[in-house]
């Protein structure tokens, strides 16, 4: 695979950064959007579009594919069926969350091991899809209330397992073998780093 290919999905990377930035803004008091519900809104708009580059990913280093697909994945609803479709397309587009851990051997740096389950799973990404989904229009007067303090306590957990899930992960790129190792950023600067590690040797 090209060098270009894994930048384009360390782009979308940045762009979830920037986005994750806005977020933090509005909840650590940097600003508002004059009133609770349009903060909260504005909010949830920035978690939906940060999904949607999640999910859009691992399709990025095929521009035909990707571009087949995306005004489909883009204006879908329901997060179900976008996972699925997107499944069918590349089985393991999900980033894959992991930490580095200290090896035995003293010639090895790292080992990578499965982070535990504090970072946004695929269900808990179709809950918080389709619930920012929910927000995107004006309210019902006939319907049902929005509970925007439902939304003021769950967009900030949100943001944090979406964190966790991003911090140090592995992606797997349509198409391709192997896999990266994705770092969000590193002491020597706030950019995005990525690793390749080729496919396992065939068994003997």
Known sequence: MSEPDIQKYCDLMEEVKRRISVVDFFFTGG???????????????????????????????NKEIYSANYEKFATSWNARLLLRDLERINRDF?????VEAPYPDPRVLHQLKDR?????????????YEKCGAIMHAENP???????DYYLE??????????????NHQIRLVNQKGFWLIHMKEERDDKVHYYKF??????A
Request: proline share 11%; net charge positive.
């Open 116 to 128: 535990e389950a504090d970072y946004l799973t695929k269900q808990e990404f179709e809950k918080a």
């Open 31 to 61: 600003g508002h959007a004059l009133y609770k519900p349009t903060t909260v809104e504005s909010v949830g708009l920035q978690i939906r579009k940060v999904l949607e580059l999640i999910a859009f990913g691992s399709l990025a280093a």
């Open 142 to 148: 006939y319907g049902s209330r929005i509970n925007y």
């Open 198 to 203: 080729g496919p396992p040797p065939p068994a």
């Open 154 to 167: 769950r967009l900030p957990a949100w943001r944090t397992q979406i964190v966790n899930l991003l911090n």
């Open 94 to 98: 999900y980033p894959k969350p992991v």
